[in-house]
């Protein structure tokens, strides 16, 4: 590892954000593409897949150094780039045109440290992230804290409104010397084809258990589309249509730009970490991660909705269309019966 004086550090710091500075990246520019190389997917652009699969690890804090090979071990061989996100894409496109096999997966995986997952491995978080964002604020004068991020959500249940009562048993804090519930690490896992998502769901847990690492909880995801093939958010309304868009490709594509630029500085999604050494700069990128499981009043909402229609003029409580039968949600719920096997 290349050592760094501290001029050296604040100098690599300033090219780092000024690269964050950037818009409309293209990634085949060399100077973008090593950056890409290093930065997960799903952070400039969604995955894209249908089912997903979360699981929340809790380290053992007398081996870091054991963990730390571990993952990354696990790195080298799931976690996918933004650039091999780019390249499963391409991958798909030309399979859906030659209807030919055009990968032999299309596994979908991300890898994210808690705050605590840092401590965990002896990582000096509080002192790095702080001077790194200090830094930050005194060069551009930007308001910035990772005080959430140190907190954790256990910390601040009264801004988010939460009672810890109310949160599921496993999420909730263990304070006891035999068990410890912290969440170190959490390992995404997506595709669209659900036995492959399901068999290689399975090795990796396998894998985990065998290195001493402790599985906190496992949830399932998917997505919902509607007879259009729109992806739709729980209230049936078309959803991802104003993410931001940082790669020239997507850019271009869109026609309505009059309307709304979609554009966006990569500063929006990703910032510094003073962990990675990016080609020996002592410095790599990634993005802080939020992770919310909320109910949602689906029904309350659409009674709602009948009784605003029902007053409407000329428009009776009894003359809403019948709903179709939507194809796609029973395919996907279908997929979704198979990844409770997994819980």
Same mark, same amino acid.
């Given at each position: ?18 690269? /964050? ?12 593409? #090593? ?11 969604? &995955? ?9 690890? &809790? ?47 299309? +596994?979908?995986?991300? #890898?994210? !440290? ?29 308001? #910035? ?37 912290? %969440? ?30 402790? %599985? ?18 729980? #209230? ?8 931001? +868009?940082? /790669? ?17 500085? =990569?500063?929006?999604? !990703? ?36 009784? /605003? ?5 000329? +428009? ?14 029973? =395919?996907? +719920? ?7 096997? /997994?819980?």
């Amino acid at each position: 590892m290349l050592s760094n004086t501290n001029q050296d550090a604040n100098n690599n710091y300033d090219e780092a954000y000024n690269f /964050l500075e950037r818009s409309e990246i293209d990634p085949d520019q060399p100077d973008i593409r #090593f950056r890409l190389e290093d930065i997960q997917g799903n952070i400039l652009k969604s &995955h894209g897949r249908t089912y997903s699969i979360y699981v929340f690890l &809790h380290f053992d804090n007398s081996q870091p150094e054991a963990t730390k090979k571990w993952i990354g071990d696990f790195a080298e061989k799931y976690v996918v780039s933004a650039i091999r996100q780019r390249e499963q894409t391409q991958e798909h496109k030309k399979f859906l045109k030659t209807k030919k096999e055009a990968s032999s997966s299309t +596994l979908f995986v991300n #890898f994210s !440290l808690s705050f605590k997952g840092y401590e965990a491995l002896g990582l000096d978080a509080k002192t790095n992230f702080r001077k790194l964002y200090q830094q930050k604020l005194q060069d551009k004068e930007r308001s #910035f804290s990772t005080h959430p991020f140190e907190e954790g959500m256990l910390e601040n249940l009264e801004s988010l409104k939460d009672k810890k009562r109310d949160w599921e048993i496993e999420y909730q804090q263990v304070e006891s010397s035999v068990m410890n519930n912290d %969440i170190h690490a959490l390992i995404l896992l997506a595709d669209c084809d659900i036995d492959n998502l399901c068999e290689k769901t399975q090795q990796i847990l396998d894998n985990i258990e065998a290195n001493n690492i402790r %599985i906190i909880k496992k949830e399932i995801g998917w997505v919902r589309k509607n007879d259009q093939d729109q992806c739709i958010e729980p #209230f049936g309304f078309a959803d991802n249509i104003s993410n931001p +868009l940082f /790669l020239k490709s997507d850019i271009y594509q869109v026609t309505d730009k009059d309307q709304w630029d979609p554009s966006a500085n =990569l500063r929006l999604v !990703l910032n510094v970490d003073p962990f990675g050494n990016l080609q020996n700069k002592g410095y790599s990128y990634g993005s802080f991660l939020v992770y919310r499981k909320l109910e949602q009043n689906v029904e309350g909402f659409n009674e709602k909705i009948k009784e /605003l229609a029902g007053k409407l003029e000329n +428009l009776g409580a009894d003359s809403h269309p019948k709903k179709k039968q939507n194809n796609s949600l029973k =395919l996907i +719920l279908w997929g979704v019966s198979k990844m409770d096997g /997994l819980l």
